[in-house]
């Protein structure tokens, strides 16, 4: 499979404990972006990582949330002290370059469940 | 006024008909234009990337851009019960960043 894979598919958390998403873009890419969709709204940007480093975090909140990209390994979304309203599908997508041009390809997402 | 808009849904269409999804956007200086189709409770799934004023032709699919007016289209010709989803416009800015509308959600009426 050399799509975008992210995993758990599912994830069930209570509220106060930490949920941790992983996220393996295509092969090839390097360039990994993470996005948040609240039921029946639309995609909203989160952060945007090269290996090693956070090129763009702006979409991320202030607390509790953070993410990598190491240099082996998935990247990695963490929440901490989950709440009930992170409950939400989190996608990853990847990118092979950058630029005016490049094209971010889907995971299938992780859908968190705060109880 | 919002960065990404997209006409507001639920458009519905009879089998057969061309369904037409518009999209604007507020970065003049923006690059690149892309479409993708999302099915309830799955990923966004590519369906066109545009760069250049004009149309640009796949299948059943044209996407047209007109960046004096800040405007990308998305056609479909020919729809079918299959095409039924949100449609998202996304658009890569001046500043790199790739923002999505909140979505178009299409139903094909067989």
């Known amino acids: 499979n050399a799509g975008v894979m992210q995993n758990p598919r599912h994830l069930v958390r209570r509220r106060g404990q930490e949920a941790r998403l992983r996220c393996s873009p295509m092969k090839g890419h390097s360039h990994v972006y993470w996005y948040r969709q609240l039921p029946e709204e639309g995609l909203k940007f989160m952060v945007y990582l090269q290996k090693e480093n956070i090129i763009d975090e702006s979409g991320m909140p202030k607390e509790r949330f953070s993410a990598e990209f190491p240099k082996e390994g998935p990247s990695i979304l963490r929440i901490q002290q989950v709440v009930r309203g992170d409950s939400a599908a989190y996608f990853c997508?990847?990118?092979?370059?950058?630029?005016?041009?490049?094209?971010?390809?889907f995971g299938p997402g992780t859908r968190l469940t705060v109880l | 006024q919002k960065e990404v808009e997209q006409n507001s849904g639920p458009l519905s269409v009879p089998e057969g008909a061309i369904a037409s999804l518009n999209c604007t956007y507020s970065d003049r200086g923006s690059q690149s234009f892309f479409w993708y189709r999302q099915y309830s409770g799955k990923s966004p799934e590519l369906i066109m990337f545009?760069?250049?004023?004009g149309d640009k032709e796949d299948g059943r699919f044209t996407a047209q851009l007109n960046k004096a007016s800040q405007y990308v289209s998305l056609l479909i010709r020919d729809s079918q019960p299959s095409d039924s989803a949100t449609y998202l416009c996304a658009v890569k800015t001046s500043y790199d960043k790739v923002i999505f509308g909140p979505g178009t959600s299409l139903s094909v009426i067989p």
């Open positions: 997508a990847s990118s092979s370059q950058g630029g005016a041009t490049d094209t971010q390809y």
């Open positions: 545009i760069y250049s004023n």
